[in-house]
Structures are given as C-alpha cells and as structure tokens.
C-alpha cells in the first residue's frame, strides 16, 4: 500500500501547526493613540457665553471652541486705542515744536516715551480680546466639554478635552524579541478589534529601551490609509 499521500498529509498539518504556533507567538497588542490632545485652559477670568462644540463634535483647525463674554475688555482695549492716538498726536507735535526750537529734546524724548507706553497696553489689550475665544489648534474631535454656558470661569480653569482626529498612531507592547525580527519602514498587519478590519501599518520607530521587569518594548506604527471610523483608543493584534 502506497502511505506518500497520508504522510504528505501530515506533513502540510504539521506546517501549518508550526506557522500558526508562530504566528500566534510573533504578534502584540497594538493600541491606537493620538499624536495630538489637550485639555484647554482658560486664560483669563470670564463668562462663558457660547459652547458651540459639544462631545463627540468634530472640529477644524481655528475653529472657536469656547467664546467668552468680553465686552469689558473690548471697551479697555477702546480706551488704549483713544489714548495711544492721542500719545502720537502729541509725539508728533512735539517735534514739530522741536524743529521751531520752542522745546527742547528731552520733551521730545518723554512724549516718545509715553507713545511707547501706550502702544505696550494696546498691545497687551488686544492679546487680552483674543483670548475671549479659544480656537482650535488642530483638525479634531470634542473628548469632554468641562464648561457650560453662563458659567463664570477662573484663569486657568481647565475648559475643553480635544484629541486629533487625522493624525493616528499605532503604540505596541511588543516582546523585546522583537528588535530583532523588525525594524523600521517595515509593514504590518493591525486587526482592529472595535470594527472587526485589518489595516496595514508600517513601523516608525523602535523602542530606545526595554522594560526590566515586563521585557517588553513600545514600538510606534502608522497606518498607510487611515480606516475609516477609527477613534483613539481602539486596539488589536498587530502581526508583522
């Protein structure tokens, strides 16, 4: 009796045992972070009078996330303004004076002075009207909204949880083995558990160190095509 095809049989099972016993153990959980995120300040004492963007709310870069009710400083920045026009009015005709030698220069020095003054708090002015709304610094998505509407918010009082929405990383936990067996530009393959796809990634960095205790190292991917529907902290088994 001829055995070749029963042991060519259990020599492909034996194969393919090996190769999922491999697979099985070249592979680490992989968990999507964003590059970008930030809980927002306020920065300075106001009332907040609109929250256009609530949890969940995607957002573009520039965007007002918060808007503050300024009308107090917007009538200070008025009256720096008035006052920094009057201060180079009289800049101005002093020398004019000067030139007719009816005062002398230290008047025209002390008129400069105060036009310097007076240019410092208009300028300090408006830096105060444009934190009466704070603008989105990148293209993201609301985490958490920390304020309500007509609330009366301290300086430094901690407003809005934002994270990226495009710029997506993968963080493995890899076994230290694995420094080397990949390196970096090398592809990989993410099953991402939350919806149920695999995506390609590719390795960006290598761990600089291992943990003692774990012997585990943190590797960095990025996705090739961003998938879609892919949020912050998703995770899964990526392969190499």
């Known amino acids: 009796m001829n055995k070749k095809p029963g042991y060519l049989i259990s020599l492909t099972v034996a194969i393919i045992c090996v190769a999922t016993a491999y ?12 590059k970008s995120r930030a809980v927002l ?6 009332v907040v009078n609109k929250t256009p963007f609530r949890s969940g709310d995607t957002f573009k870069k520039g965007d007002a996330l918060i808007n503050f009710d300024c009308r107090l ?25 000067e030139k007719m030698r009816s005062i002398g220069a230290l008047d025209v020095t002390l008129a400069k002075a105060d036009y310097d003054k007076a240019r ?15 603008k989105a610094p990148f293209d993201g998505t609301v985490v958490q909204l920390l304020v309500n509407e007509f609330e009366s918010v301290d300086l430094r009082r901690n407003l809005i949880e934002i994270v990226s929405s495009s710029a997506l990383e993968v963080e493995i936990i890899a076994p230290a083995d694995w420094l080397k067996k990949v390196s970096t530009g090398q592809k990989a393959r993410m099953d991402i558990d939350e919806l149920g796809i695999t995506s390609e990634v590719k390795i960006i960095a290598m761990g600089g160190a291992v943990d003692p205790v ?5 590797i960095r991917a990025r996705f090739d095509n961003l998938p879609k529907d892919i949020l912050p902290g998703m995770s899964g088994v990526v392969r190499p």
Do not use: M, P, W
Request: glycine share 4%.
């Open 23 to 34: 697979a099985e153990t070249f592979s680490a959980r992989g968990l999507v972070k964003a």
């Open 41 to 46: 300040a306020s920065e300075i004492g106001a």
């Open 120 to 134: 410092a708090e208009l300028k300090i002015a408006s830096l105060n009207v444009e934190r009466c709304s704070v």
């Open 214 to 218: 774990s012997q585990t190292v943190i």
């Open 73 to 97: 400083l917007k009538s200070q920045k008025d009256k720096v303004a008035a006052q920094t026009k009057a201060s180079k009015a009289q800049l101005e005709n002093a020398r004019d004076l």
